[in-house]
């Protein structure tokens, strides 16, 4: 099962999450369709999201990254809620390239390296906090660790994989986010930094010996205590009434125009593909509704 395991370490000063992630990656490419190369984009991302949209504190909070590299994926959007759940998708899940001359995928060279990686956290105030950084490699865990470094100023370790099975089911995914307080001794940051380089890849790690290894070879030589175990998964919060507010935004004119058509409109979620049917009468309702509000600002 997906979750997310919290530990302390250095008495307090490095702070580690680690996310097993399997189901929700694998929940995804089904969802989408998505070939190998964008399967690992988009579960790399949602990975990312989940870390990040766990730790949020606010109860109804939501975090968004969306990563535009200008590549043959087209945008990669993932969306995680304040307990870790997410949802993401991919503008062209079908793409694929060639595998590297390493034999992984080319999350990189699908993704694109000539654009934004952009955080948006909506903790419900009026505006959401955004900010972005450019990215690095597309490879995902390399440009979340520049933005966290350059937009919250916090010294972090990010590792992401997907292991796509030859079956082109997802094999193993997951991640891990170590972050330094303030005050951290440099000592602490060379053992981590000479731990993270010796570890085994983390997918074979997750796959064999499961997230609790992780934690035992990022800090080896460090004591640790575990704080929080939580299950997360690939979660979308649609609903008619949702997909219905949605539409009210739409101007007058679209809307009149597909209510007086003689067929039904079908929406669908571009995060979870469910489809919600609206009537023509349906569509009047709206307008009625919308109309009855005056015109937006
Ligand atoms: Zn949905």
Sequence with gaps: MDRIIRATAGDGMIKMAVLDARGMVQRAREIHGCSPTATAALGRTLCGASLLGEALKEEDASLTIRV?????????????????????????????LPLRSDRKLDVGGAVGRDGLLTVSRDLGLKEPYISSTELRSGEIAEDLTAWLLESEQVPSACSLGVLVDTDTSVKAAGGFLVQLMPGADESLIGTLEDNIFLMDQLTTVLDEDGPEEVFRQVLRGLEYHIVAEVPVGYRCPCSAGRIKQALSVLD???????????????????????EYIFTPADLREILISKTEKGPAE
Aim: charged share 25%.
């Design 252 to 274: 007058v004119k679209d809307l009149e125009e597909m209510a007086d058509s003689e067929n039904s409109t079908e929406v669908r979620c571009q995060f979870c593909a469910a």
């Design 68 to 96: 535009n590299g200008g590549g043959p994926l087209g945008s990669v959007v993932a969306v995680s809620d304040s307990s870790g759940f997410v949802r993401g998708y991919v503008d062209n899940p079908r793409v694929d």
